[in-house]
């Protein structure tokens, strides 16, 4: 068999990694300068990092995060009540082992998407399945599902998720339906996954937010007694960025 011949089978096993790195090896002649356990090594480590990149790719597509937000770009100098050392912590996943929640509120422009979104990439990049959601979006889409018969479907990717994060909490009112939706997101995600929350409301007023007495202590005993809060102040965070063409 020659080294054309060994490539496309290495390819036909989707062995991508692995062809492209013995196609180069081979092409530049490079092979002769490892021995074969250093080069079947090689060929493993390259097919492992192949994989992986791909698979982290497809989480971060499947995420649909908002903007290309990253911890190592988090700006720790503004005023805004950000712990350094506590967020870092966080930014460790450790609370995803946990199955624990994250809970960000402050004024709007302080930076409350950025940081849940870093979070968010972050957990990608460690593949962990991450979905992102404005509130408001999730519980039309979860309506629409029901309507459409789709409902099941929708819960299941959403379970598959080991992290969900849900932007502007309580931005709009909940009716009936919006509550319930809710309640469903919530009681699937419960004590099995993530939840990162971000929200302009302080927690202390979630529950008249939320309605419905009894739905609503369901909801914040889900939520609320397994979270990390981060509580941001100050000024927009725009204010200070200047706008270019």
């Not at 192949?50 to 990253?70: D, G, V």
């Not at 005023?79 to 082992?97: P, Q, W, Y």
């Not at 199955?99 to 509120?105: F, W």
Request: with cysteine.
């Amino acid at each position: 068999m020659n080294q054309q011949q060994t490539i496309e089978r290495m390819k036909n096993m989707r062995l991508l990694g692995m062809a492209h790195t013995h196609y180069t090896n081979v092409h530049d002649q490079l092979c002769q300068d490892y021995t074969i356990d250093q080069y079947i090594t090689l060929l493993v480590d390259q097919e492992w990092e192949y994989r992986h990149n791909k698979k982290m790719s497809t989480l971060l597509k499947n995420a649909r995060f908002r903007a290309p937000a990253t911890i190592d770009n988090i700006d720790y100098t503004a005023h805004r009540g950000l712990d350094k050392n506590a967020f870092e912590r966080l930014a460790t996943l450790g609370f995803l082992a946990k199955n624990q929640n994250i809970i960000i509120t402050g004024p709007t422009g302080i930076g409350k998407s950025y940081l849940a979104q870093a979070i968010g990439r972050k957990a990608c990049i460690e593949l962990h399945p991450t979905i992102y959601f404005s509130t408001a979006r999730l519980i039309d889409d979860i309506q629409l599902a029901r309507i459409q018969g789709t409902y099941h479907k929708l819960i299941n990717n959403i379970q598959k998720a080991k992290l969900l994060i849900l932007e502007d909490f309580g931005l709009l009112p909940f009716d009936q339906n919006g509550r319930q939706a809710l309640m469903d997101i919530v009681e699937h995600k419960y004590d099995q996954s993530s939840l990162i929350i971000t929200s302009q409301i302080p927690v202390a007023n979630w529950h008249q937010l939320i309605g419905e007495g009894t739905i609503a202590d369901a909801i914040l005993d889900r939520i609320i007694h397994t979270s990390h809060r981060i509580v941001l102040h100050g000024e927009s965070l725009r204010k200070n960025t200047k706008l270019t063409d």
